[in-house]
Nanobody, 126 residues
Framework: QVQLVESGGGLVQDGGSLRLSCAAS????????MGWFRQAPGKERDLVAA????????YYAGAVKGRFTISRDNAKNTGYLQMNSLKPEDTAVYYC???????????????????WGQGTQVTVSS
């Protein structure tokens, strides 16, 4: 399996920026894709961005397109989510996730992901 550890969350004002990191360990050679999800209180966990590890193809949910940028550093087995122009409605716990080895479902489908980090809180104040 792949172990994932997020970092970089925190409190930021409306319009501010944060960068989240997700460090992968374990069977990192098997990483096919990485996704960033978020879950606000009382809401479902939603996929906001994803990247295919091999060629860097990306997916963004409509609510974050143009403001968030997902990237990866293959050498460091680390993924990133740069979040700009943050809004109060972006407040949530953010999780990075990866598919299990051998799972090559579409990288932009939520169901592809079943290995999760512990989550990091992002709070945007108005």
């Amino acid at each position: 399996q792949v172990q994932l550890v997020e970092s970089g969350g925190g409190l930021v004002q409306d319009g501010g920026s944060l960068r989240l990191s997700c460090a992968a360990s374990g069977r990192t050679f098997s990483i096919y894709a990485m996704g960033w999800f978020r879950q606000a209180p009382g809401k479902e966990r939603d996929l906001v961005a994803a990247i295919r590890w091999s060629d860097g193809s990306t997916y963004y949910a409509g609510a974050v397109k143009g403001r968030f940028t997902i990237s990866r550093d293959n050498a460091k087995n680390t993924g990133y989510l740069q979040m700009n122009s943050l809004k109060p409605e972006d407040t949530a716990v953010y999780y990075c996730a990866a598919p299990s080895p051998g799972n090559i479902g579409s990288y932009y489908h939520s169901d592809t992901y079943n290995n999760w980090g512990q989550g990091t809180q992002v709070t945007v104040s108005s």
